[in-house]
Each structure stands twice: as structure tokens, then as C-alpha cells.
């Protein structure tokens, strides 16, 4: 993002430069508080809650990522799958707009993903295979190593936190 945002503010540079040069200095300014702002609201901080405890997750600029924000409050019940992760089943699927995002990843701890092909949530606690579908959405900050201590099913609710 902050190669983008450079990218941006030096082609602002280029077209104010053929304007009135008592100008562009002022209108420079505007621009890199616009791009500033645009940056600190696109970002989406979740909160997950488990059994008291709260963790901070910061999802990624996605639209698949937004879809899931937009859905929150969310309370779901996490079941382990394959000893790497945990995974929802809700009874319906998540259907998000994968349009904008990589379709395939390898799940790292921490890492919150829709597996696209079943429409589930997965949260990983150790390292997933590559897999064809595996969209991630974001992170958990604190990491997710702490999951595996859940041998039985248990419920787990993100919300917004802004």
C-alpha cells in the first residue's frame, strides 16, 4: 500500500506541476491528507471473542474481506479440521466476492480464510497445505497457536471494532 500511495502522490506531482506553481503546493497537501485517510478508513479491525478473552484481527483490503466486515456481528461454532485449523459450520455458506483476492494460499497460524469451494470460515493454529480455493481474509494479531488447546468444538464471535 505504501508503494501504491508513492506511486499515486508523484503522478499528483506530475499533473499539478504543469498548473500554477503558487497552487501546487497547496493542492500536494490536500492530496497526501486525502490518500492518509483513505488509508486509516479502509483498513477493518475485528475483534474475536473466546470463551472472555478478546483478540484483535486486522483483515485484509479485499473485497471478499470487506463482505465478511459488512456481516459482523458474527457468532459461529469452530470445529478442528486436519490438526491445522479450525473451521466453521454454520449451515450456510459464505458467499463472498472473491473477485479482487488470490485464489489459492497455504493457511499460517493466525490466518482467518474462506475456503471458497465448502463456503467455510477456516482459522488456522499451524501450518495448511497449499490449497486451491483458500482465500485469505486476515489475521489474528496475537497469532493463533492458542487454538489448539480447543480439542472440543467451541463458539467464537467477531465484531466490529472500530
Known sequence: MKIKSFL???????ILSC???ANTQIKIE?????????????KMKVLMKVN???YNVELLKTKAAKDFYNMLPLKMKLT????????????????LDISDSPK???????????????????IFYNNGPYASGLVKLGHILEGGKWLEDYKNDFEVTFEKNE
Open 8 to 14: 499515486l502522490i508523484q503522478v499528483i506531482i506530475l
Open 19 to 21: 498548473e500554477n506553481k
Open 30 to 42: 490536500e492530496k497526501k491528507s486525502e490518500i492518509i485517510k483513505n488509508e486509516v478508513n479502509e
Open 52 to 54: 472472555g478473552k478478546n
Open 80 to 95: 478442528d479440521y486436519a490438526r491445522a485449523e479450525k473451521v466453521s459450520d454454520l449451515g450456510k455458506k459464505f458467499n
Open 104 to 122: 489459492s494460499s497455504a493457511g499460517k497460524p493466525g490466518d482467518i480464510s474462506l475456503y471458497a469451494p465448502w463456503g467455510n470460515i477456516a
